[in-house]
Nanobody, 125 residues
Framework: QVQPVESGGGMVQPGASLRLSCKVS????????MGWFRQAPGQGRTPVAA????????NYADSVRGRFTISRDNLQNTLYLQMDNLKPEDTATYYC??????????????????WGQGTQVTVSS
C-alpha cells in the first residue's frame, strides 16, 4: 500500500517561507514522478509543481513559478516543496501525489494515483 504523508504546513505572514515534506511509504518511490497540488477553500484542486523520478525535469504552475521549488530525496523517499515569498492567495490545503509515470512532469491530476491527506498552509497578516 503506497501512502504519502505530508507535513510542514502552518500559518505564516505574507512574504514568509515554508518547506513542505511528503514522506512516501510502500512502493518504490524512486521509480515514479511526483507532484504537489493544492485546494483553496471553496475551490477545486489545482496543480502546483511536478518532478520526474530522477529530477531531470521540474514543472511549475505559472502562479508559483519563481517562488516555489520542488525537489526530492530518493534515498529518504521524500518529496519537498520550498515555498518562498508566500502570498495570501497561496492559502490552501497542499497535497502530494505519486505519478503513474516515471518520466513525466505532468501537472494533470488524472496522471496521479496515490494521494496524501494534505497539509494546511495559511498566509495571513
Amino acid at each position: 500500500q503506497v501512502q504519502p504523508v505530508e507535513s510542514g504546513g502552518g500559518m505564516v505572514q505574507p512574504g514568509a517561507s515554508l518547506r513542505l515534506s511528503c514522506k512516501v511509504s510502500g512502493g518504490i518511490f524512486s521509480r515514479y514522478g511526483m507532484g504537489w497540488f493544492r485546494q483553496a477553500p471553496g475551490q477545486g484542486r489545482t496543480p502546483v509543481a511536478a518532478i520526474t523520478w530522477n529530477d531531470s525535469k521540474r514543472n511549475y504552475a505559472d502562479s508559483v513559478r519563481g517562488r516555489f521549488t520542488i525537489s526530492r530525496d530518493n534515498l529518504q523517499n521524500t518529496l519537498y516543496l520550498q515555498m518562498d515569498n508566500l502570498k495570501p492567495e497561496d492559502t490552501a490545503t497542499y497535497y502530494c501525489a505519486r505519478s503513474i509515470y516515471a518520466h513525466s512532469d505532468s501537472l494533470m491530476e488524472s496522471d496521479y494515483d496515490y494521494w496524501g491527506q494534505g497539509t494546511q498552509v495559511t498566509v495571513s497578516s
